[in-house]
């Protein structure tokens, strides 16, 4: 059964790097992995995505092991608008969500 | 872009009647989703259409539920009858093999509170 596994919860301080972990042990070779978070009351929005190779983006960085089992989603500088649920997914996964991280910037 | 757009906003119904809720994908975009997010469940996909056609039903709760895509600009979610457990915040996605294999883009919700 295809999913990803994400800590509950996470806090960083504002200012500091924010990395939030996912594993995707069951992704297939083909397959990308997709970051998106959720402000409160809002619906889900797109930050990132990769296939093996790291990426970049203005609004963040994506990590790939090199086996693609993890992968880890980098703010550089978080901000206190960064708090937020932070969900990664993949194609195997049939567009279902898991709980994701709740990340919490603290001041 | 005018993104996704939902209707309405926000929902206020008596257990029992029937509720209709309305999305406009973004032009262009051949996927089609309908979730539903309760704090007890987090986010549930229901049902997903591509090209108007319905592909993956099997997160619709039960037969209360339906939803259509008659064309590709608007799709619908009801619920007859509905009932207090189908308090929550419902979304529609929209998505396009153009913009990136996998990348959705969501409105901004229905608050649906049945009584």
């Known amino acids: 059964d295809a999913k990803t596994t994400q800590p509950t919860s996470m806090d960083c301080a504002e200012g500091r790097a924010a990395n939030l972990p996912c594993n995707h042990s069951?992704?297939?070779?083909?397959?990308?992995v997709y970051w998106y978070r959720q402000i409160h009351s809002q619906g889900p929005q797109y930050i990132i995505h990769g296939l093996k190779n790291n990426e970049t983006n203005e609004m963040a960085s994506l990590i790939i092991t090199e086996d693609r089992k993890s992968s880890t989603l980098i703010l550089p500088h978080a901000t206190l608008r960064d708090t937020a649920v932070y969900y990664c997914?993949?194609?195997?996964?049939?567009?279902?969500f898991g709980p994701g991280t709740r990340l919490s910037v603290l001041p | 872009d005018a993104g996704v757009i939902q209707s309405p906003r926000h929902e206020v119904t008596e257990m029992g009647q029937e509720v209709t809720l309305r999305c406009k994908p973004i032009s262009g975009h051949d996927y089609l989703f309908w979730y539903r997010q309760t704090m007890m469940r987090g986010l549930e996909l229901l049902i997903y259409?591509?090209?108007?056609?319905?592909?993956?039903d099997s997160g619709m709760p039960e037969d209360r539920f339906s939803a259509k895509m008659p064309n590709a600009s608007f799709s619908t979610l009801k619920i007859q009858p509905s009932e207090p457990r189908d308090s929550a915040v419902y979304f529609c996605?929209?998505?396009?093999?153009?913009?990136?294999?996998?990348?959705?883009?969501f409105g901004s919700g229905t608050q649906l509170s049945v009584l």
């Open positions: 259409f591509n090209n108007n056609v319905p592909i993956d």
């Open positions: 997914i993949h194609y195997g996964q049939n567009f279902v």
């Open positions: 996605a929209s998505r396009s093999l153009g913009t990136g294999f996998g990348k959705l883009f």
């Open positions: 069951t992704i297939s070779g083909n397959e990308y």
